[in-house]
């Protein structure tokens, strides 16, 4: 798999092979990616919108295919129901600002988990902190799996809307999206589901799943940088106001008042990420022609593989449940500061990352300040992970 | 000059945007339909008198392209007393020869040469909406009433 | 120069060369910006931020060294003023939600001009529009340059902000906005220049334009898709509210709120478009190489030349002043559709613009419906508009 | 092991991030200075008791990495007993140490050995804010103050 990845046919410039360990801060991308960008760039390269020359039309044309891909992707209903952005976290500020604060009265609540990524977690923060209304931070069970009783009670007390990850981008717990849905639904709370660490791991079914907003990143799925999908429910998306006004998403501009065009492009102003876009359509036609369940049973084995080489250790702390988890796992080395462990496993050419990963409210229910992470993409292998317990017993040594 | 645009603006579609016999307004219109391209700032307004679901007086008036004058055109005389029940087929028909990813030939479509005159959009997918525009426009309008 | 641009070294799908009118929309990429956009992608991917290990520590040092660049390009005073953003909308859109919105009470006034793109119209039509004030549109003389007597008695009245272009993208009038920011500043009034048009074709100087505000968009400087860049004055960056909120621009995370990381990251949220910006790097570094000062006589002589060819066909309106103009002229050719024009022209690989050009304001004044434009960059030549005026005399006998 | 990170976590640094001689806190303190790095999580609080522009006392306790935990102490043991005013000497030289642009080499900016301990951030650019993190937050704190 890794001879579709340009970068590992490279060394480090230490001259180690390069054991890329991730993948949840970002994939590295497929030649047929970057050769997709490239090309439009050299050979066809123009805005989008309007023009009725080539290459706009051509441009315009694959921005809108693109659309249709996403749409099929993930099993939405229709292309209208897409909405390109800049990233996940621009799509979820957009669904926090437009479409849920401005149904907020003061002492309403809005609904979070434990293990929401930043991302998923201030924008609904900082709604309820300007309205006056209450954030409501779903508990975990001890085993860091959603507790649903406790979520099933706030939403009985009258939420005005749930924000959930269907991955935790720490500790890899996979939310049952599909059950949580239905029961948020139950008491009419929509729900955004993100996505950005499921895209690239296992089949995402909007009509399935039933989530009303669903938010992902390219560049987590093997795409560009710079580029993201926003998924509504067509009424919801009709019904929210734009984010941002500009060029494209308008009817007729009046000195006071304007209108605009009908969805998705009333919520795209300005011109657009084309070759990100572009880039995004090469990056899903390549993962469904792996097939998402092939990458999943892979990416499946790996985890649980690394998960026993873990566990054997009796140095390694993990953290999370070791059931229904998606490829990511967040651990600690005895004595060893993530930081310290992430610089001495680079000069391996072993990629960790170390930090709070962006998950602050989860780190303080795990009681810890940093953890070491590791997440895998379709281009590992177990012996990245061999590289990996070995580098992390003479990291043991070194720092004792 | 090249034979695609020779095509497209087929002697049929330069003499229909230039023609004005349905050019106008009507003060006691049943539908005041507004066709209007934000892309592009064409703008079209459509003046019908609907009796007995027949289509007894059209006029329209706006700004546009050639192609969207001259379809505008074509739509008021192929509409005009005709019962909209009747004009359903004639609209699907002209759909479907400026549709690029259709299956059917022009020719198979239709033998109306007003119509066929707009085939050529195959080719120039970014000019379909020109073609497209009233026609969109009044089965939306008739569509929600 | 088209050398640099591997565009120009292919025909269009019809066999003809490409000449390329629109370079206002979007500018083609040269082969340097090209290849620094695959080889980040191909040979040291990652995301930026806190990864102690290559490729991540390479890539954030890449982009806060574009952020430098940005910053001397500019002459601003710190990198700090510097916000990447993900283009000129994103950014305007950033200011008038998070800077002036919450300056503003009913009654106030926020000032723009008849010339300006959507997207420095809608963003500030809709605050107003919200709060209850008036958005009052500074008018143009005859000529279409923007009456600053008039400007001035609005600016006098007690307005919020001044939102204005420095060049056209209609016309091509190159406001003096050297002279308008210190008029709006005798009257305390703060101003954010829209240098969309600008950036590519002559030096931009925020010390000696003294504004408080300038956005632009990567496309449209030979740069990649996705990525814009917001300057500001540190004390008006630091004062304004984040827009987005997510990872990366946060101090600490608390339950009820959350403290944000010092300018210009607070203004951060989310993975940046690190290939995007990048991207824009190489593209201003090109730029320089080339001299702006060079470009800028480059594109006055094509324009001028262009002017007066126009000017000698009695079938062409020109709309405009023929003094003080960026590389845009928008005209009509009578009896002739523009979009009918451009829709010829194409098949003679000639690509102009028509329509309202996203300034439907500036239609309104101009009286009509739509016009033909046509744009240049570095690469167009006097060739190019000859081709134009051929294009135009057959289009014009063609319609007859 | 490799001879760069050898480099980077050399004795010095092994050893001063397990010293606990400064570990603690202050109830008298005169400063009490946050240093916090929200990239990492990492964090230190620093109480010092400053007389007659002299520091008579300082503890610090908080959570980090080797480097900046070892930075931490050695800050600790550059300033204690030191006036603010002699202290910025030594400040200026560790952030030249460190410097991976600086012009000097760090055996030319001092001959203390503690201090020269962090010269391998040089190396790791990336780390350097975890070298500096009590030292800038110091200095932050005593200007500000
Ligand atoms: C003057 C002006 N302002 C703003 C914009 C908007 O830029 P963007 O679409 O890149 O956000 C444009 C171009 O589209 C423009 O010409
Ligand atoms: C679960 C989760 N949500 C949201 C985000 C934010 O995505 P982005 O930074 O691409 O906007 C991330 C990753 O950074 C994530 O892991």
């Given amino acids: 798999m890794t001879n579709h990845f340009p970068i590992f046919s490279k060394h480090t410039p230490l001259g180690q092979p390069l054991i890329y360990l991730d993948s949840a801060a970002s994939t590295q991308k497929p030649q047929v990616v970057i050769d997709t960008i490239t090309d439009f760039y050299t050979n066809e390269y123009a805005s989008t919108g309007r023009g009725s020359y080539w290459p706009a039309n051509a441009a315009s044309a694959k921005y809108e295919q693109v659309r249709h891909q996403v749409a099929s992707f993930l099993n939405a209903k229709s292309d209208r129901e897409i909405v390109f952005t800049s990233g996940t976290t621009d799509a979820i500020n957009k669904v926090a600002r437009s479409f849920v604060y401005p149904t907020l009265s003061p002492g309403d609540c809005v609904v979070t988990t434990t293990m929401e990524h930043h991302s998923n977690y201030l924008p609904w923060q900082q709604i309820c902190k300007e309205k006056k209304c209450e954030l409501v931070v779903a508990p975990l069970n001890q085993n860091g799996i959603l507790n649903t009783l406790a979520l099933e009670a706030q939403l009985a007390k009258g939420a005005k809307f749930l924000a959930l990850t269907a991955v935790s981008n720490v500790l890899g717990t996979q939310n049952d999206v599909t059950a949580i849905v239905s029961l948020a639904h139950q008491y009419d709370v929509p729900v955004l589901v993100d996505a950005a660490q499921a895209v690239a791991h296992y089949t995402i079914d909007v009509q399935a799943w039933d989530c009303d907003f669903l938010v992902f990143s390219g560049h987590k799925c093997y795409g560009s940088t710079g580029v993201g999908v926003l998924y509504g429910k067509t009424d919801y998306l009709a019904e929210m106001q734009p984010a941002n006004y500009g060029g494209g998403m308008v009817q007729k501009v009046n000195t006071i008042d304007s209108s605009f065009r009908p969805i998705p492009h009333k919520h795209e102003a300005g011109t657009p990420n084309v070759a990100g876009v572009i880039g995004l359509g090469a990056a899903l036609e390549f993962l469904q022609k792996k097939g998402l369940e092939n990458v999943y049973e892979h990416e499946q084995a790996l985890t649980v593989y690394a998960l026993n080489q873990l566990a054997a250790m009796d140095s390694v702390t993990i953290y999370g449940s070791v059931e229904q988890r998606g490829p990511v796992i967040s651990f600690n080395l005895d004595g060893v500061h993530p930081h310290d462990l992430s610089t001495f496993l680079n000069e391996q050419g072993i990629c960790i990352r170390a930090g709070h990963h962006c998950a602050q409210p989860l780190m303080q229910w795990l009681d810890v300040a940093a953890t070491a992470r590791v997440s895998f993409g379709m281009y590992n292998t177990k012996v990245d992970i061999d590289q990996l317990v070995a580098g992390l017993k003479s990291a043991y040594q070194f720092f004792r | ?145």
């Fill in chain 2, 1 to 145: 000059m090249n034979e695609r645009i020779k095509a497209l603006y087929k002697t049929h579609i330069i003499e229909k945007a230039k023609d004005e016999t349905h050019t106008g307004q009507l003060t006691d219109a049943t539908h005041v339909i507004e066709a209007y391209n934000p892309l592009c700032g064409d703008q079209f307004t459509l003046y019908l008198k609907v009796e007995d679901d027949v289509v007894k007086e059209l006029k329209f008036n706006g700004y546009g392209c050639s192609i969207s004058k001259a379809s505008t055109a074509v739509l008021a005389e192929s509409i005009l007393g005709k019962s909209l029940t009747d004009f359903g087929k004639v609209w699907s028909d002209f759909m479907e020869i400026v549709n690029e990813n259709a299956k059917a030939s022009p020719e198979q479509i239709s033998n109306n040469e007003y119509l066929l005159a707009f085939a050529a959009a195959r080719e120039f997918p970014e000019r379909k909406t020109c073609a497209t525009l009233s026609w969109e426009a009044l089965a939306k309008a008739l569509i929600t009433h």
